[in-house]
Structure formats: C-alpha cells, structure tokens
C-alpha cells in the first residue's frame, strides 16, 4: 500500500483515484479550485429571475470506449448523466449540471479544495507539496499531477526532464466562453451553432436534460479567435460575442440578465502518443486529456491508465 498525492480533481485525476484505492492504496487529491470537474465546470448565478447556471467547460461527451461506456452506464443509472440529441446521437451531458459526475466521484475521495500546488519537493520520507511560501503535505509515497499540459510542464521541473518535455511541447488551445441568461426565450428555434468561424460552438444550456432556471446559453469561441483576443478585456469580448451570436441567429438581443464571459487559457487540449506517464524510481506520474486528445473520454482513460501503471 502506497499514500499517494493526486493534483487535481478533474475526471482524470478521479479516474485515477478510483482505481488506486480499489487497489488499496490511500489516496488525497488537491485541487485549486472550490469544487469538482477541472474543464467539466458548471457556473450558477443569481438573477431577478432565478439562479442560472452555465456548462461554461465541456459542454457535452462521448462513450465510445467499452470500459468508459460501463461507467457512463451507471452514471446513467443514478441521474448523475442523461442523454442530450441536441449535440448528436452519442452526446452525454451531467445532470443537473455537467459537472454532476464529477462530484459524484469526488464524493467518496479525500479532497483538499482551494489548495494550489506550486511546486514538489522530494524528501528522503516522500514527496511534499508546496503552496504559496507554505507546505501543503508531506510524505507522500507517490505523486500524479492530473492538470494540464503546461501546469504539469512547470511542476515537473527538475524531477523528470523527459515528461517535462512532452508536457512542454503539448499546448493546448485556449477559449473565451460567453454566458448570456434572459428573461424570456429568444426568438430562435436553433438550439445549437457550430463551426463559425468567430464562434466555434454556441448551445441553449437550459435545453439541457435537468436544467431550470431562466434563458441560458453558452457561446465559445472559436481556438483561432480566442487566441487573436486572449488578451481583451470582457467586455469586450462580451460585446464581440454577443453581436456575432445575435447576427448569426439573425435576431436582436434583448437586454440580457447575464452577460460575462470566462478565459479558458488552457481549453482544448492536444496529444501525444502516450496515454499516461509514469516513473516507477521517482513514483511520479502524469496522467490528463492531453496526453490522448480533447475529449472527456479521453481524461477518464487517461487516469485509468495511469493507476495500472502505478499498480504494476
């Protein structure tokens, strides 16, 4: 039996988790966020007409693995997950929320939220965790770093200059993300755009399986425009989005009761040809979506193959 430190708690590092301590092994995830779901994040927000919420991450995923496939089965099982068409025959959305199976997971792990990790440390007694000029924990037996390619990139120097290398080299697209909430449902029968050029993908949230609330939609850019604006402000990317969306609908918008917008910097990931990263001497690992491709399947598989490496 191992103690072993997880950071991060997006679906690789829960995947991952889930598999370490069916082995036996004890198990304690950090994450700097207030709740579960990494890329699989859900917004809520107080309105006159309501709470609204956002998918403003994944907004939708696949099982076309078999193994994965069982899991979604029985997320399906338990109302943690439902099928939505509106993406497409084979797309899965959380309910009530996209980040419902996250928590579900997280439920049952050792979870230390708000918590950055700013460095390792490799001690003679295990491996310690750093925050800002603090100790986080200590004597870990094992590390995984589940974050993405360039947050892992940083961590893993001076440890394992070959991981750090294939995290370096692994970038990953950001997106600028528009949340826009109404009183009254637009004039529009689509509930979907795709492939714009400026918008990249746009859904009526609230069409989603378990929603409530008032009129919500998500509007991401496009890679190519987040990346030529990574650096305006919200407001004008808020402006920028919505005259788009509004054109692209060809409606005028009313005055929203929502309008901001989220920066992914690390949105989109890319791929390499392995699906974990493991160094039995130092028992570090690193396990993510972009180690396979930009899909959430992707980061389940990810962290599943991680702990059989960790376990052999």
């Not at 994040?41 to 496939?69: C, I, K, N």
């Not at 996250?102 to 001690?123: K, M």
Request: hydrophobic letters at 50%; aromatic letters at 8%; one cysteine or more.
């Amino acid at each position: 039996m191992m103690k072993i430190a997880i950071v991060g708690s997006g679906l690789s590092g829960l995947a991952c988790a889930d598999q370490l301590v069916a082995a036996g092994h004890r198990v304690r995830l950090f994450d700097k966020a207030r709740g579960p779901g990494g890329r699989m994040s859900t917004r809520r927000l107080e309105t006159a007409a309501g709470q609204v919420s956002f998918d403003h991450g994944a907004q939708y995923f696949t099982a076309r693995d078999p193994a994965f496939r069982a899991v979604v089965d029985d997320w399906h099982a338990v109302g943690a997950v439902a099928p939505w068409p509106a993406a497409g025959a084979e797309a899965w959305v959380g309910v009530p929320a996209m980040n419902a199976p996250a928590r579900l997971l997280a439920a049952s792990h050792d979870v230390i939220w708000s918590t950055p990790v700013e460095a390792l440390v490799a001690r003679q007694d295990g491996w310690q965790l750093q925050g800002v000029n603090e100790t986080i924990d200590g004597s870990h037996d094992a590390v995984v770093l589940a974050i993405p390619a360039e947050q892992a990139a940083a961590l893993l120097v001076p440890w394992n200059a070959g991981f750090r290398a294939i995290a370096a080299e692994t970038v990953s697209a950001p997106c600028w993300t528009l949340m826009l909430a109404f009183e009254e449902p637009l004039d529009t029968d689509r509930l979907t755009i795709r492939d714009d050029a400026v918008i990249g993908w746009a859904a009526r949230n609230s069409d989603k399986p378990g929603r409530t609330g008032p009129e919500a939609w998500v509007i991401q850019a496009s890679p190519a425009w987040s990346l030529d604006h990574l650096e305006n402000s919200q407001a004008e990317v808020v402006e920028a989005l919505s005259g788009r969306f509004a054109g692209l609908l060809g409606i005028t918008l009313a005055d929203p009761l929502v309008a901001t917008a989220h920066r992914w910097r690390f949105a989109r990931s890319g791929r390499t040809d392995h699906q974990a990263l493991y160094d039995e001497d130092r028992k570090l690992g690193v396990c993510g979506d972009w180690l396979i491709g930009p899909r959430v399947e992707c980061a389940w598989l990810s962290g599943v193959a991680l702990a059989r490496m960790i376990r052999a």
